[in-house]
């Protein structure tokens, strides 16, 4: 079992930034990727970033230039730093993490999200 814990979110102003953090802690060992997520009310759940082990790091479109994820392995916890941030990124945000038990079990873990709300 992987627990994920979210922190960071809050309200900012257009063009503001925010860093998100996510703390993970059980079975570290068998985590393979973490990432995070957006949903929005009344859209679907969003995937905005994901890093691997490797630090090998992927954005979505609407993330990519503006928002960088990072992992300290040695704090098992991995960050999403956003900057100009607009009214469109109001979401909450989920940080999760695939984890690898044997070469046939892959299963994915969730945290309970941390609300970012931009407006003026």
């Known amino acids: 079992q992987v627990q994920l814990v979210e922190s960071g979110g809050g309200s900012v102003q257009p063009g503001g930034s925010l860093k998100l953090s996510c703390a993970a802690s059980?079975?570290?060992?068998?985590?393979?990727?973490m990432g995070w997520s957006r949903q929005a009310p009344g859209k679907q759940r969003e995937l905005v970033a994901v890093?691997?082990?490797?630090?090998?790091?992927t954005y979505a479109d609407s993330a990519k230039g503006r928002f960088t994820i990072s992992r300290d392995k040695s704090k098992n916890t991995v960050y999403l730093e956003m900057s100009s941030l607009k009214g469109g990124d109001t979401a909450v945000y989920y940080c999760?993490?695939?984890?690898?038990?044997?070469?046939?079990?892959?299963?994915?873990?969730w945290g309970q999200g941390t609300q970012v709300t931009v407006s003026s």
């Open positions: 999760n993490a695939r984890a690898k038990y044997t070469t046939a079990f892959e299963t994915d873990y």
């Open positions: 059980g079975s570290i060992f068998a985590i393979v990727t």
């Open positions: 890093i691997t082990n490797s630090g090998r790091a």
